[in-house]
């Protein structure tokens, strides 16, 4: 979820944005996606969503391939967390889909 928040918000959809996903067990695709943009956004919500459901892939399998999960960085996430380490270049901290994000919303 932080990786497609950031993604959203560094394409300038919105300042801020929640995402919440919801999986059932046995299944690989997400029971519901929700979007929160607290009023922030710039364009609409259902725009938001539609671009999300379009370029990120939340079953597992894609999410372990997309992030490279399987490789060995976790040591240095160790002490001071896993979230806002720009330093570490750590996966989920790319925004690396921002652009065609924002071209595609047409900002």
Known sequence: ARYVAKNIVAAGLADYL???IAYTIGKAY????SI???STGKVPDEIIS???NKHFDFRPEAIIKTLDLRRPI???TA???????EELNLPWERTDKAEILSKEAGL
């Open 30 to 33: 997400p029971l519901s996606l």
């Open 79 to 85: 002490t001071y967390g896993h979230f806002g380490r």
């Open 18 to 20: 929640e995402l919440q």
């Open 74 to 76: 976790y040591r240095q």
């Open 36 to 38: 929160e943009t607290f």
């Open 50 to 52: 539609n671009l999300i």
